[in-house]
C-alpha cells in the first residue's frame, strides 16, 4: 500500500516536495516511482528509484528539475520539485513495481499539485 502526500497551491518557479509512504512488503520492491495526470492529459512517467539500490532514474517531466529519493528505514520515497512551471500541474501519483521490466502494480491514491500565480 502507498500514500502518497505533500502536494498543494505553489506560485511558478517555487518548490515543493512529495512524500511516499510504503506499506507491506516493501522489501519486494524492485523500484518505487512517481507518475502524474493533468486533466485531459495521458499519465506520464516522472521519475523512479531502485527500492535497493537507491539508483535514479527520470523522466522528460524531470528535467533537470526534480530530484527523487528514497529512506528505505522510514520506508518513504520522496520527490523533491523545484522550480515549478505551469505545465507541471497534475495528480502525482506514487507506484511500485517487483521487477524491472515488469508492470507498476502497486498505486497510492495521488496528491494534487497546483503550479498558479
Known amino acids: 500500500q502507498l500514500q502518497a502526500s505533500g502536494g498543494g497551491l505553489v506560485q511558478p518557479g517555487g518548490s515543493l516536495r512529495l512524500s511516499c509512504v510504503a506499506s507491506?512488503?516493501?522489501?519486494?520492491?524492485?523500484?518505487i516511482g512517481w507518475f502524474r495526470q493533468a486533466p485531459g492529459k495521458e499519465r506520464e512517467f516522472v521519475a523512479h528509484?531502485?527500492?535497493?539500490?537507491?539508483?535514479?532514474l527520470y523522466g522528460d517531466p524531470a528535467a533537470g528539475r526534480f530530484s527523487i529519493s528514497r529512506n528505505k528505514a522510514q520506508n518513504t520515497m520522496y520527490l523533491q520539485m523545484n522550480n515549478l512551471k505551469l505545465e507541471d500541474s497534475a495528480v502525482y501519483y506514487c507506484?511500485?513495481?517487483?521487477?524491472?521490466?515488469?508492470?507498476?502494480?502497486?498505486w497510492g491514491q495521488g496528491t494534487q499539485v497546483t503550479v498558479s500565480s
Open positions: 528509484i531502485t527500492w535497493s539500490g537507491g539508483s535514479p
Open positions: 507491506g512488503f516493501t522489501k519486494d520492491y524492485n523500484a
Open positions: 507506484a511500485a513495481k517487483l521487477s524491472p521490466g515488469g508492470e507498476y502494480i502497486a
